[in-house]
């Protein structure tokens, strides 16, 4: 801990000496390092787009995690005598967008929940 202490205070020391020389700093404003924000919610209509954009990546991760807690539900339920699909963790599952039909209990509370967090 000694170490590491007295090495922060030199180190301290050391960077408030060489920001002290008139060469150095010159003219550094504050937040000017500061990457601005890549998505902006400019106007309504951004804020629209984003949120459908943001709506529709919540309808295919809904059809993904149904697809895999359809997959696991019989492990868990058969105390691991039954084989694990592994089918069920394929990416082509986000467009399966039928599970709403097959399985309406586990889709809509999830669709609702991230729909909940795209549009906060």
Known sequence: VG????SLTVGNLFFQLIYKLPFV???????QKE???????????????????????ALMLTSWLVCLL?????????LG??????????????FKFGMFNQAPILAWPIFLALEVVVWK
């Open 25 to 31: 700093n010159l003219a550094r404003k504050r937040f």
């Open 3 to 6: 170490i590491a202490l007295l």
């Open 35 to 57: 990457s601005q924000p890549f998505l902006r919610f400019r106007t309504w209509r951004s804020w629209l787009a984003m949120g459908l954009v943001g709506s529709l990546g």
């Open 81 to 94: 005598k039954a084989s694990f699909d592994i089918r069920s963790l394929l990416l082509s599952n986000l």
């Open 70 to 78: 359809r997959g696991v539900i019989p492990l868990i339920y058969n």
